[in-house]
């Protein structure tokens, strides 16, 4: 009964990985509703573990924020989902961006002491600043690469569960003379 469970379960992540690939933008969507939910539960969670176990906590007060703030941000982008969709790509943007740019900044003051720039995170913070302003000016091309890459990834997990599944049945079968 278990092998059977085995090629539901790698059936259904196949399922979900090409409906992601092929569908990115209805997807995503309902990746930001899933993301809500884990939010809002673990904002409750927090929550009420702060106020039971306010004791054990060096900052109860801002474990108990941080709770409020979750089930907010997870309320929000459950009530919103096109709304949270356009406002992700920003979001990741303006990351890339600061991150990008302030990985320069420390580039620059570091070779005042070192007299040396390290080429890989040299590269790594230039396409980090590039990749920000493309996902800031084409958001659509974010949505879509996310819900591709997923798709990918599910149909991978689901294909491993299969061949797992089946390599371990054939390896147990052991003819005994």
Known sequence: ???????????????GGVVLIFR???SFQNLVYYLGLILLITGIFKIVTSILRHDSFLLPGSFFLG?????????ILMNNKSAAVNLIPTILGIYLIISGASGLGLLINNKRYTKNIDTKMLVENILKLALGIIVMTTPIITVVFVGWV???ILILIGVGII??????KNVYKVKIK
């Open 150 to 152: 997923l798709g990918l």
């Open 1 to 15: 009964m278990k092998n059977i469970w085995n090629y539901v379960l790698g059936f259904l992540f196949i399922l």
């Open 67 to 75: 709770g409020i703030l979750n089930s907010l941000f997870g309320i």
């Open 163 to 168: 061949f797992n599944d089946y390599r371990q």
């Open 24 to 26: 990115p933008n209805v």
